[in-house]
């Protein structure tokens, strides 16, 4: 069993390899949309007749659109999906449609994890153009709080562990595995103020930082976030950074989103455009992950087809 018609309604940065697979799966010929709507009657337009559709997490795909999708049958996600709430797709309303939503996880890890590092070495020694500090300092000693321990989360701490750092971590949860390997818990207030580096790794739409945490936030310190979107009310954010000139904020694309910018006009602000873990690699594993999910989708309903 394959589907009807298959859309991709945005770029979601598939191979070409898995490209011509996923062409297998269609009975029309798969239509491809390579940019980002920007309107929900421009959504519908393009989802149209088709029972599949792909769609990445730049584009909001809400209820009413689903609603108004009555053929669909399959949502595939071209991005992580934690939860539903920080999903860019209303998966409450596709479930009551019986509509089906996968989504992928831990395939632009190894990337952010790199770019992590390689901006905090940047900025530690100087090599670009701003310096955390006037002498030339090492990662070694210094104190790494995670906020979200996850995949990601769990690689950074491993990762600053290498480097000789302390690591601490505030999740929902104690982590009882990674307190064996010497990651120790500290409530989010006091995280803020012990750390010399705060790295945020959550789901889209967090918000764990206002003005009351950054209060407690470290004076002469960095602020990392490569989450998708900001993790942290913004005005208290702009108000710490500019009221702090000997403190550093280190942003990739998707951390940055809408603002850049507004925030580029602060000079202890980093930014890189680009999505630091989409690496060509990040974008073979990604394909291979939603191949795999259309795939499986597919032989369950075939399956339950047979058995009945």
Known sequence: MIFQKIVLIDSCGLTSPVMEQITLLSKEPVVIYNDYPDTDTEILKRIGDSDCVLVSWRTKVNAEVIQ????LKYIGMCCSLYDEKSANVDILQARKQGIVVQGVRDYGDDGTLEFIFAELIYLMKGLGSRQWQVDNRELRGKTMGIIGMGTLGTMVARTAKHFGMKVFYFNRSCKPNLETEGFHFLPLNELLETCDIISTHLPKNSNVLGAQEFRYKKPN????????????DKEAFLGWISGDPTSFAIFDGPGIGEHEEEFSKYSNIMISGRSSGFTLEAQSRLSEKVLANMCDFLALETSSVLSD
């Open 221 to 232: 310190s960095i602020l990392v976030n490569t989450s998708i979107g900001l993790t942290f």
């Open 68 to 71: 108004a999708s009555p053929k």
